[in-house]
Nanobody, 121 residues
Framework: QVQLVESGGGLVQAGGSLRLSCAAS?????MGWFRQAPGKEREFVAA????????SYASSVKGRFTISRDNAKNMVYLQMNSLKPEDTAVYYC?????????????????WGQGTQVTVSS
């Protein structure tokens, strides 16, 4: 069982940046970021294969967010730039026992507890 712990959330003004980090207790394959706003379902943000060669982004964040990883440290990151109020949500790190990227929450085996990101207008 892999444990995931997110950090780096906070309050930022619109147009600002934040970098989320996710520490994994063991080896993982595909890693993803999801988010959930109040009253809404959890939605896909980004995913990255273990090699880092294959990425996938939600259309709402493409060009603004970048997912990356450091396998030696078992870390995954989400660099978020040009933040908008609609990016406000709890952000979750997720891990999958497969090296095929996926946008579906049901395909992920491990989840962190989440970190709050609030973007003020």
């Amino acid at each position: 069982q892999v444990q995931l712990v997110e950090s780096g959330g906070g309050l930022v003004q619109a147009g600002g940046s934040l970098r989320l980090s996710c520490a994994a207790s063991g080896r993982t394959f595909v890693m993803g970021w999801f988010r959930q706003a109040p009253g809404k379902e959890r939605e896909f943000v980004a995913a990255l294969s273990r090699s880092g060669m294959i990425t996938s982004y939600a259309s709402s964040v493409k060009g603004r967010f970048t997912i990356s990883r450091d396998n030696a440290k078992n870390m995954v990151y989400l660099q978020m730039n040009s933040l908008k109020p609609e990016d406000t949500a709890v952000y979750y790190c997720a891990g999958r026992n497969s090296d095929y990227t996926s946008r579906y929450t049901s395909d992920y085996n491990y989840w962190g507890q989440g970190t709050q990101v609030t973007v003020s207008s």
